[in-house]
Nanobody, 125 residues
């Protein structure tokens, strides 16, 4: 049974950092392209950063390039999102998700089948 559990969300001041962790079970993160998405109040779900299932391509939204880094830890079966220089516009619920298809559009949320419950990130002074 595929399960994803996010952790690490918190309240942080502008310019601060957070590390979000997605703990996966029921599949091996080495072979599936786990991604991070977020949804701010009143807005649609946005792809933040996603790994390709082949281990090659990595996607970052323009708004987070140079500030966020995604990585997988095969020993722990986790995918981590390191977030630096956080800004108020990064405030959202952050979700990790995984597609089961072999071919899919990287970070297109409607093609990701399994989702975690989300973790809240609030950036405020």
């Amino acid at each position: 049974q595929v399960q994803l559990v996010e952790s690490g969300g918190s309240l942080v001041q502008p310019g601060g950092s957070l590390r979000l962790t997605c703990t996966a079970s029921g599949f091996d993160v080495r072979y599936y392209g786990v991604g991070w998405f977020r949804q701010a109040p009143g807005k649609g779900r946005e792809g933040v950063s996603c790994l390709n299932n082949g281990g090659g391509a990595t996607y970052y939204a323009d708004s987070v390039k140079g500030r966020f880094t995604i990585s997988r830890d095969s020993a722990k079966n986790t995918v981590t999102l390191e977030m630096n220089n956080l800004q108020p516009e990064d405030t959202a619920i952050y979700y990790c998700a995984v597609p089961m298809a072999l071919r899919y559009r990287l970070c297109a949320s409607d093609e990701y089948e399994y989702w975690g419950q989300g973790t809240q990130v609030t950036v405020s002074s």
